[in-house]
C-alpha cells in the first residue's frame, strides 16, 4: 500500500503538477513538494513554471500570485482558508482612500497582500528585496509602504527614508515574547539570535541577523559552528535543521503558552498532507481571480521580479 507522499508523487506525474512549498509547510509537505522557500524564492519559480497544474502549498496570497503570473495554467491551495492576518490587516477600499489622497507617492506593497491591493501598487516587494526595492525608488519621490509596519520601520531605518506606513501586521511574528526571549537567551548566554523583519522592532534589537526566511537559512549555513534562537514561524526549523544537523536551533518564544513553546501560523498549517492529496485528485480548490484586476497586479510584481534579478 502506498503512503500518502507517494500518492501524492505518483499523481503528481501523471498530472504535470508541480508543488511549491513555503518554509513555513509541515515538514511532510516540504519534503514532498517540488520547491520550497522563500516568498520571493517562490515567486521566481512560479514566473518560469512550465507544468499543467501548479499546487501551492502556502496561503492565499502566494497561490494567487503564482496565478497572476500563470493565467492559463490551474493554481490549487489545498485550503482556500489559508489566510494572513498581513493581508487582512489591508482592505482594499481602505487602501484605495490612502493611495487615491497621495497621488505623488510612490506605492510599494509587501507581497503579503490580496490581488486588488497589487493591482493598486507600483511595486511589490518581498522581505528578501524590500531594502533594495526602496533604494530604487528617487529619493526626492515619497513612498507608502504597506501592509506590514514592523517591515516597513525596520526598511525606514536601514535605508534613511521616511515612508507613509500602513498600520498592518503578521499574528505569528508580533506572538514573540520578550521577556521570554531574553529569559531563554540568559538560558543560553552563547546562542546568537536570528529574527524575521515582520517581527517588533524590540525583538529585533537583539538579533545579530534580520533577514527572510531563505536569508535566515543562509546565515546560519554560514556559521554552522554556532548555536541560533530563530525568532520566526517553528516550521523554519524543518530545513534550516536539514542544512546544519550539528547545529543547535531554538524557536523563539511566544508569549502565549501552547503546545510548541514557540510560535506557529495557523494559516500555514491549514494545508495537510490529505488536504494537498484531495486537492491534487480533485483538482480543486483552484484561485480565480478577474482579468481587470489581473492585469493590474501583474505590473508591480513584473517590476519587483525585474529588480530582483
Ligand atoms: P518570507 O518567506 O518572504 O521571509 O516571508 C515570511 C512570511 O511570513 C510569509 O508569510
Ligand atoms: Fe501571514 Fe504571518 Fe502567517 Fe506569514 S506567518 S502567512 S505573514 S500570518
Redo the contacts with the bound molecule.
Sequence with gaps: MMNLSQKITELKKEKNAVILAHY?QVPEIQDVADYVGDSLGLSQKAAEIDADIIVFAG?HFMAETAKILNPSKKVLLPDLMAG????DSCPPEAFRKLVEAHPNHTVITYV?CSAEVKALSDIICTSSNAEKIVNSVPKDVPIIFAPDKNLGKYIQKKTGREMLLWDGA????EAFSIDKLLKLYEEHPDAKIIAHP?SESHILKTAVYIGSTAGMIKYVKDHPTEKFIVAT?AGILHKMQQEVPQTVLIPAPAEEDNTCACSE?G??KMNTMQKLYDCLHNETPQIEISEEIRKKAILPIEQMLQLSK
Design positions: 513555513y496561503v494572513c492576518s498581513l493581508a503579503n503578521c499574528i505569528v511574528h515582520e514561524e501560523c494559516f500555514m
